[in-house]
């Protein structure tokens, strides 16, 4: 069974940074697009950044220019590293992955054929 386990969360005051990572049992023979979202309490569930089967990558425009996404195929991990974290960052940070291509997109939680169980991000002012 294919698991995605985030890890790196925590809390950080608002300027710093944070780096997360999201370990998978996901075929390294396999090519896979794969994503992070966020959830902040009371709000829906946001895509926040993808990453595509060929490297591309797509990000919520909340977060253009102070989040990175990136992948480690050799390592089967995920990583997502937040700097200029502010407030309103705070949030669970998921992972997914999926077979499928995206298109330069983020597509919505549902698509995603595999998801992580979420880490939390708190970011204080």
């Known amino acids: 069974q294919v698991q995605l386990v985030e890890s790196g969360g925590g809390s950080v005051q608002a300027g710093g940074s944070l780096r997360l990572s999201c370990a998978t049992s996901?075929?390294?023979?396999?090519?896979?697009?794969m994503g992070w979202f966020r959830q902040a309490p009371g709000k829906a569930r946001e895509g926040v950044a993808s990453?595509?089967?060929?490297?591309?990558?797509a990000y919520a425009d909340s977060v253009k220019g102070r989040f990175t996404i990136s992948k480690d195929n050799a390592k089967n991990t995920l990583y997502l590293q937040m700097n200029s974290l502010k407030p309103e960052d705070t949030a669970m940070y998921y992972c997914?992955?999926?077979?499928?291509?995206?298109?330069?997109?983020?597509?919505?939680?549902?698509?995603?054929?595999?998801r992580g169980q979420g880490t939390q991000v708190t970011v204080s002012s």
């Open positions: 990453i595509d089967r060929d490297g591309s990558t």
């Open positions: 996901l075929s390294p023979n396999i090519s896979y697009s």
């Open positions: 997914a992955a999926d077979r499928g291509g995206l298109r330069g997109k983020i597509p919505l939680w549902e698509w995603w054929g595999y």
